[in-house]
T-cell receptor, first 114, second 116 residues
Framework: AQSVTQLGSHVSVSEGALVLLRCNYSSSVPPYLFWYVQYPNQGLQLLLKYTSAATLVKGINGFEAEFKKSETSFHLTKPSAHMSDAAEYFCAVSDRAAGNKLTFGGGTRVLVKP | DAEITQSPRHKITETGRQVTLACHQTWNHNNMFWYRQDLGHGLRLIHYSYGVQDTNKGEVSDGYSVSRSNTEDLPLTLESAASSQTSVYFC???????????????FGPGTRLTVL
């Protein structure tokens, strides 16, 4: 069975500082990986996805993530945090053998301090 | 533009009542999913469907049911609402790709359900 672990349920960063959100997965086959963002009182919006075409994936709003197979990780980064980045972020994994169902991590809430 | 909508956005009901949450998508997607979101648990899959007349149980399906009579809609029914079902419910849909890359899911805005 697949699983996703997000280290840290809350992260606080200063505006302009690096944002680093950690995601580790377990999967029996090469997975597809996703990062979603949820702004307050909204649904989830896709930030980026790993498709095996490139290990460094660029997404919307300046975010990127790097797939490291040896570490089974897919950490999300943004070089310079903006106040608008305050939200909850979810890492998710799916594999075709599991019928494209998503397994989500527990989420990391990001607070941006001025 | 294609979209996925949920109704109602907020619902308060009493224990034991039957409740139905609506989900409608105009993407013409084959796959539809229902999740619940609770603090400390992230999103958990309740039921899902890969097409008309197809339904499947997810990890937390007890007390819930779905039916898929057309491509656009997947209503979620709580047969006899319980306080433990107080949650935020999200519907999602995806194309249903079997090749050529990941099958990303698109999410609705959510329904906040309170069971008193």
């Amino acid at each position: 069975a697949q699983s996703v672990t997000q280290l840290g349920s809350h992260v606080s960063v200063s505006e302009g500082a690096l944002v680093l959100l950690r995601c580790n997965y377990s999967s029996s086959v090469p997975p597809y990986l996703f990062w979603y963002v949820q702004y307050p009182n909204q649904g989830l919006q896709l930030l980026l996805k790993y498709t095996s075409a490139a290990t460094l994936v660029k997404g919307i709003n300046g975010f990127e993530a790097e797939f490291k197979k040896s570490e089974t990780s897919f950490h999300l980064t943004k070089p310079s945090a903006h106040m608008s980045d305050a939200a909850e972020y979810f890492c998710a994994v799916s594999d075709r053998a599991a019928g494209n169902k998503l397994t989500f991590g527990g989420g990391t809430r990001v607070l941006v301090k001025p | 533009d294609a979209e996925i909508t949920q109704s109602p956005r907020h619902k308060i009901t009493e224990t034991g009542r039957q409740v139905t949450l609506a989900c409608h998508q105009t993407w013409n997607h084959n796959n539809m999913f229902w999740y619940r979101q609770d603090l400390g648990h992230g999103l958990r899959l309740i039921h899902y469907s890969y097409g008309v007349q197809d339904t499947n149980k997810g990890e937390v399906s007890d007390g819930y049911s779905v039916s898929r009579s057309n491509t656009e809609d997947l209503p979620l029914t709580l047969e006899s609402a319980a306080s433990s079902q107080t949650s935020v419910y999200f519907c999602a849909s995806s194309e249903g790709k079997t090749s050529g890359g990941p099958d990303e899911q698109f999410f609705g805005p959510g329904t906040r359900l309170t069971v008193l």
